[in-house]
């Protein structure tokens, strides 16, 4: 689809500055786009591409002071409004086939609402129901007694075990699996003996999952995903976390059993967090962050063990000064030595 920079400008609410006859067609970034394409810029560390893009049109902040070779659509939140041109210049969504593919395998009390959408190779298990124009992709697995709401997706090997609950409107990306038992044992006599893993999982409206989640059922009771969590690929949830409203959890974090996180709560990638602890509202875990104790609302910590963002980056300082450190601590001994020798050398000369 090509529209025009005037065009696009008013349809993501923004102002326009320079040409807005120009024809855009496609999306790019700064760096990559060529003429036709429309680009933006929302952090400053980018500014310096604005000098050289090839973009048509840039999307940018109010508060951007620079100025572009192209035209530029000023507008209160640049990530918000080149999503939103994304979905008008972008690629139509692939469309689903309506009905269920003679491959999928349904249970005779399976219940499904209308315009429910069930691809090949699925298997709903007794007692599953599904919401008015949820979609199931290919090779689904919901296991018994799974209720997923209406207006959700399911893409490709999607799996729910027993007893899954799922809201409305959620999103959950290829292989993601919900339910799995927890990891519980106890060492008896030697050896490992299994807890058994009876709770569920419960996930709450529009939420978003990435590929490859795992989220564990609960010991008992429910492991719970609240109300428009996001989360990124490669997630680990174990048994009976809590993940409060409007929290988002970048890639490769694992939540160790029964800890609690917050609401509006951002996780950086790769960060850690023990079991048993509770992280407040509002706060922000940064990269690669290992949390070993609770973290109080609205603080933002980061680095192994996880201290508060300054406190922690002066330790790092600190610890990337410790080579100089070392050879000054050499060179102090050796010096020490010379004095200590020249000083048993005298020493002798008087005896």
Not at 4 to 28: K, P, R
């Amino acid at each position: 689809m090509a529209m025009t920079v005037a065009e696009i400008a008013l349809a993501v609410g923004g102002t326009l500055e320079g040409d807005g006859a120009v024809s855009v067609h496609g999306l790019a970034g700064l760096q990559e786009a060529a003429p036709g394409t429309l680009s933006f810029l929302s952090s400053p560390r980018y500014a310096a591409a604005m000098a050289t893009t090839q973009a048509s049109a840039v999307i940018v902040n109010l508060d951007w002071k620079g100025s572009g070779q192209c035209a530029l659509i000023r507008v209160k939140n640049a990530d918000k409004a080149f999503a939103a041109a994304a979905s008008l210049l972008g690629p139509k969504p692939v469309e689903i086939p309506a009905g269920i593919h003679p491959t999928a395998v349904l249970a005779d009390d399976v219940r499904l609402a209308e315009g429910v959408r069930i691809g090949p190779h699925c298997v709903l298990e007794p007692g599953v129901s599904v919401g008015a124009r949820t979609i199931l992709m290919a090779g689904c697995y919901l296991g018994h007694g799974t209720s997923i709401g209406a207006d959700c997706k399911l893409y490709p090997h999607v799996s729910t075990r027993e007893g899954t609950r799922i809201g409305n409107r959620t999103v959950i990306h290829n292989g993601t699996v919900l339910g799995s038992d927890g990891f519980g044992y106890v060492m008896d006599s030697g050896a490992w003996t299994k807890i058994p893993q009876i709770g569920i999982v419960e996930v709450g409206d529009d939420v978003e999952i990435g590929a490859n989640v795992t989220i564990d059922r609960a010991r008992f009771g429910k492991t719970v995903i609240g109300n428009d969590v996001k989360l990124d690929n490669l997630v680990q949830i174990a048994h009976n976390v809590h993940i409060g409203d409007h929290t988002a959890i970048a890639a490769q974090v694992a939540i160790a059993g029964s800890s609690t996180v917050g609401r509006h709560v951002q996780i950086g990638g790769q960060a850690g967090i023990a079991g048993h602890l509770s992280v407040g509202d509002q706060c922000v875990i940064g990269g690669g962050a290992g949390v070993t104790k609770s973290v109080p609302p609205r603080t933002f910590v980061s680095g192994y063990p996880a201290a508060p963002h300054d406190e922690a980056c002066k330790i790092h300082a600190h610890l990337m000064r410790l080579p100089a450190l070392k050879e000054r601590v050499k060179l102090m001994e050796q010096r020490l030595h010379d004095l200590e020798t020249r000083g048993s050398a005298r020493d002798g000369d008087k005896t």
